[in-house]
């Protein structure tokens, strides 16, 4: 069955209307590449040739990951692009006490963690260890630890804000903080038992 691309209105204060229209175009791009793989490793796997070196096979399997985090992460990013200010809940305002000592220091680590990103900034809740931690991913499928649920992402790779801010990253990440619809990410956290 197909992936389908969802819909997402304009309505984000944080970037303009190009620089949205020209993501979207980029996420509608993971949707049909995934849907393409899908098919191919359906339709032709070449399992006789599987091997770690490259290949075929190997080569689908790596646009597998790479297309669905990319799919998953963009959806979450354009639900969390907000458009005025609000303020945390109460179970952020207590995750950001509790393993970042104040939700003021949660947001000095979340900025120097997307200054750092090449791909993406999430706050994150890890299951195993019990912890909510802010995680840098350079990569739609590299560096994010399995078992984290995301509460709030920011797209830091250069096509998410370039178009607006150019080399001025740093107010790309503020405009994204003081826009953060914080109903939403409250939403998420409550979807865990913790
Ligand atoms: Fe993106």
């Known amino acids: 069955m197909d992936i389908t691309a969802f819909q997402f209105p304009y309505k984000t204060s944080v970037v303009s209307r190009k620089q949205f229209d020209d993501h979207m175009t980029l996420y509608e ?4 590449m995934a849907n393409l793989t899908d098919k191919t490793l359906a339709t032709q796997p070449e399992y006789d040739t599987a091997n770690a070196s490259g290949g075929h096979y190997r080569g689908w399997k790596k646009t597998e990951t790479y297309t ?9 990013y354009f639900q969390n ?7 945390p809940g109460k179970k952020m305002q207590s995750l950001t006490n509790k393993f970042y000592g104040g939700f003021d220091k949660w947001k000095e680590d979340f900025t120097a963690c997307a200054t750092s990103a090449r791909g993406w900034c999430i706050l994150a809740y890890e299951q195993r260890t019990a912890s909510c931690r802010n995680i840098l991913l350079d990569f739609h499928d590299v560096g994010q630890i399995a078992t984290a649920f995301p509460l709030l992402i920011l ?10 801010y150019g080399t001025d990253k740093a107010s790309y990440i503020t405009r994204f903080l003081e826009n953060v619809p914080w109903d939403i990410v409250e939403k998420r956290a409550n979807l865990l038992a913790f």
Do not use: R, V
Request: aromatic residues 14%; proline residues 0%; negative net charge.
């Open 29 to 32: 791009g993971y949707i049909k």
């Open 68 to 76: 669905i985090n990319g799919i998953i992460l963009h959806e979450l």
């Open 81 to 87: 692009l907000g458009s005025e200010t609000t303020s």
């Open 155 to 164: 797209d830091m790779y250069e096509h998410a804000y370039f178009l607006d």
